[in-house]
């Protein structure tokens, strides 16, 4: 295309629908080096499991990768702009960057992101954050059907006095859900601008609109005793900490305890590649994006030829082909060079 | 810490206590100090690297407190009565002292620090001086000891001119208007000890036990305690803050302090970072003494006066 070409919105669509399905790229181009010379198929499910494994290996790789880039450009060998290769990685890994609520299981512990509270299992917390003003909390005690679950009753309430326009409600359903105050109705009740609180006796609380996140640190096991007891640095609301311990987090001073009053900043895994068919023809499945499961890989476009690679490496060592695995490894090593 | 309006400043937005923002814009906060270290001085590029956020914070406050000991010049002033048990308790956040004085008819009389022993601790004894113990094995004292009591009672003598117990008291003298001359002994008298020729009251500081011991003379009347503290106010995190004339310089201690105690950094890198602090520190103390031709325009003006 020439420089200064107007694109047409085909080609968006184009770059778009090449994306999308870039899981059925993928693997047409790994069964087309496999049949090459005849050395063998790769089914649907043994292809799903090698491409799990191989979107793994390269979403794992970017941290490594990152850090040597970091190396690199501590040693003045890393360019801006165009050059920025850290800054490319860095997007990688953040397409996979959450920020949720975590749940609360006990006074000031609170869960880990897991496939039951936030949605999805976490890869590496990166930061910890604390909501600072407490307004109010409590329990539901009422529920508004009849206005689309949109209100929050709570009969033993006082929103009169604290509570403004705006502030942030957080509250436990399926996971903790942040709503904004839009109507103050009246001393028990407050309009939201969510509506999905159904249910009467949901502990709630209510966080003041402008407050600070305070980011909380992580500290170990090791020192965290230490630290509480220290006069000069033991952790309170403006520098708070945490500890991690099995699937919970420790949040430190032991009065952070609220509904919603942490939320995690994590990198999650990426979502497990599932290629998928609906109709066999000549006995050879042909791609759907129908079916609920399919899943695209989730990993950038630029990362196919590795992901085709790594498929490879493992297809070659599933059906005793060592050409396979020598000629994968040999490109991936290239690649590697190359980036390097 | 976000700028504040002028109305959030002179009102505090209606809320009381209005006074809260007045002349807040001269300081900055230690949270700032320590977000903005973390932002621009911490980090992948940085030499300060790999931190816990504590060890910041540590440093930072350590900083304050040794600004607040002799560089801030931030001097707490504390006025109180002193009863007949001669006796004034430090306040909480006491850390040395400046002044102490006696406020007395709209004067300030400024106080010395006697140097002589004003107070003791004694146990009770038997009268073959075995010292007596309770059930429990501690060891029995008295309310006071002989010296606190002849100190309280103003029966001890003193080297001090103290109206009452000084070295003058009880000797025939002559008043005149409203003053006393005395005689002086034989062989002459050369000279006065002026470390002790002061008719106030004296004081002595006990800091272990957290008082200052007055002489007998200053029984009922107001002291005033200049004093300086740490800054770290009583561990309220969010109300401790630095003048801004040395914020550059807490950046540089905290650094040099990280750096200094680090593993394999390079000795000049440690040099470097000791003489920024050390220049820093200089600089801030000349800004905050404020020397300027204005203020000492008055003391020039006396340059030609004649001395007699």
């Known amino acids: 295309m020439k420089r200064g070409a107007i694109l047409s919105p085909s080609f968006f669509l184009l770059i778009f629908t090449k994306k999308f399905t870039m899981i059925n790229t993928v693997r047409n181009t790994v069964l087309s080096v496999l049949n090459k010379n005849n050395y063998g198929y790769l089914s649907p499910s043994d292809f799903n499991l090698f491409a799990k494994q191989a979107q793994l290996d390269i979403f794992e790789n970017y941290f490594y990768e990152y850090n040597y880039q970091i190396n690199k450009e501590n040693a003045r060998q890393s360019g801006t702009g165009y050059a920025d290769i850290r800054k490319g990685i860095e997007e990688a890994i953040e397409i996979f960057s959450e920020t949720k609520g975590l749940v609360r299981t006990a006074d000031n512990i609170y869960s880990l992101p897991s496939q039951t509270t936030t949605g999805d299992d976490y890869y590496l917390l990166n930061k910890a954050l604390v909501y600072q003003t407490l307004l109010d909390e409590g329990t539901t005690t009422a529920i508004s059907a009849g206005t689309g679950n949109n209100k929050l009753i709570d009969s033993a309430a006082n929103f009169t006095a604290d509570i403004n326009i705006g502030d942030i409600i957080a509250y436990e359903n399926g996971g903790v859900?942040?709503?904004?105050?839009?109507?103050?109705?009246?001393?028990?009740?407050?309009?939201?601008?969510?509506?999905?609180?159904?249910?009467?006796?949901?502990?709630?609380?209510?966080?003041?609109?402008?407050?600070?996140?305070?980011?909380?640190?992580?500290?170990?096991?090791?020192?965290?005793?230490?630290?509480?007891?220290?006069?000069?640095?033991?952790?309170?609301?403006?520098?708070?900490?945490?500890?991690?311990?099995?699937?919970?987090?420790?949040?430190?001073?032991?009065?952070?305890?609220?509904?919603?009053?942490?939320?995690?900043?994590?990198?999650?895994?990426?979502?497990?590649?599932?290629?998928?068919?609906?109709?066999?023809?000549?006995?050879?499945?042909?791609?759907?994006?129908?079916?609920?499961?399919?899943?695209?890989?989730?990993?950038?476009?630029?990362?196919?030829?590795?992901?085709?690679?790594?498929?490879?490496?493992?297809?070659?060592?599933?059906?005793?082909?060592?050409?396979?695995?020598?000629?994968?490894?040999?490109?991936?090593?290239?690649?590697?060079?190359?980036?390097? | 810490m976000a700028y504040i309006s002028e109305f959030q400043y002179y009102d505090n937005g209606v809320n009381p206590p209005e006074d809260v923002n007045w002349g807040s814009?001269?300081?900055?906060?230690?949270?700032?100090?320590?977000?903005?270290?973390?932002?621009?001085?911490?980090?992948?590029?940085?030499?300060?690297?790999?931190?816990?956020?504590?060890?910041?914070?540590?440093?930072?406050?350590?900083?304050?407190?040794?600004?607040?000991?002799?560089?801030?010049?931030?001097?707490?002033?504390?006025?109180?009565?002193?009863?007949?048990?001669?006796?004034?308790?430090?306040?909480?956040?006491?850390?040395?002292?400046?002044?102490?004085?006696?406020?007395?008819?709209?004067i300030l009389f400024p106080l010395s620090e006697n140097i002589q022993v004003q107070s003791a601790q004694a146990y009770l004894q038997d009268q073959t001086g075995r010292v007596l113990f309770?059930?429990?094995?501690?060891?029995?004292?008295?309310?006071?000891?002989?010296?606190?009591?002849?100190?309280?009672?103003?029966?001890?003598?003193?080297?001090?001119?103290?109206?009452?117990?000084?070295?003058?008291?009880?000797?025939?003298?002559?008043?005149?208007?409203?003053?006393?001359?005395?005689?002086?002994?034989?062989?002459?008298?050369?000279?006065?000890?002026?470390?002790?020729?002061?008719?106030?009251?004296?004081?002595?500081?006990?800091?272990?036990?957290?008082?200052?011991?007055?002489?007998?003379?200053?029984?009922?009347?107001?002291?005033?305690?200049?004093?300086?503290?740490?800054?770290?106010?009583?561990?309220?995190?969010?109300?401790?803050?630095?003048?801004?004339?040395?914020?550059e310089y807490v950046y540089a201690s905290i650094e040099y302090a990280i750096l200094g105690s680090k593993l394999n950094t390079q000795e000049y890198i440690v040099a470097r970072m000791r003489k920024r602090k050390t220049a820093l520190l200089r600089n801030a103390k000349i800004r905050i003494s404020n020397i300027h031709p204005g203020r000492l325009l008055m003391n020039l003006r006396g340059q030609n006066k004649w001395i007699k």
Request: charged letters at 20%.
């Open chain 2, 25 to 106: 814009y001269q300081y900055v906060p230690l949270y700032d100090i320590v977000n903005n270290f973390m932002l621009m001085y911490q980090g992948n590029h940085s030499l300060v690297n790999n931190e816990e956020r504590f060890k910041i914070l540590f440093h930072a406050k350590r900083a304050i407190q040794e600004l607040n000991y002799d560089a801030f010049k931030e001097i707490k002033v504390l006025e109180l009565a002193v009863d007949d048990s001669l006796r004034f308790v430090l306040p909480p956040d006491y850390v040395n002292w400046v002044r102490i004085s006696m406020y007395r008819d709209g």
């Open chain 1, 177 to 340: 859900q942040y709503a904004k105050v839009t109507v103050k109705d009246n001393s028990t009740t407050l309009t939201t601008n969510r509506t999905d609180l159904n249910a009467i006796g949901r502990p709630y609380a209510i966080y003041k609109s402008t407050t600070k996140f305070e980011e909380a640190e992580k500290v170990t096991h090791s020192k965290i005793t230490m630290l509480n007891n220290s006069l000069l640095t033991a952790p309170n609301l403006t520098f708070p900490a945490y500890t991690q311990e099995a699937n919970a987090l420790t949040a430190f001073p032991n009065t952070i305890d609220s509904i919603g009053q942490v939320q995690a900043q994590y990198l999650r895994y990426p979502a497990e590649p599932k290629w998928t068919y609906v109709t066999l023809a000549n006995g050879t499945p042909v791609f759907s994006q129908s079916p609920a499961d399919y899943q695209d890989f989730e990993i950038p476009l630029d990362d196919e030829v590795g992901l085709i690679l790594k498929i490879l490496q493992y297809a070659g060592v599933m059906i005793r082909e060592a050409d396979v695995y020598s000629f994968a490894q040999a490109e991936e090593n290239q690649d590697n060079q190359e980036e390097a």
């Open chain 2, 134 to 247: 309770d059930q429990s094995g501690n060891i029995l004292r008295p309310e006071d000891s002989s010296l606190d009591f002849d100190r309280i009672k103003g029966s001890k003598p003193s080297i001090y001119l103290d109206q009452n117990n000084g070295q003058f008291n009880g000797q025939t003298g002559y008043n005149v208007d409203g003053c006393w001359y005395f005689e002086y002994g034989i062989g002459a008298r050369f000279g006065l000890n002026t470390e002790t020729a002061n008719s106030n009251p004296t004081f002595t500081i006990d800091r272990k036990a957290g008082v200052i011991n007055f002489s007998s003379s200053i029984s009922n009347n107001l002291v005033v305690l200049e004093y300086i503290s740490d800054g770290m106010e009583g561990g309220d995190d969010s109300k401790i803050t630095v003048n801004k004339l040395f914020e």
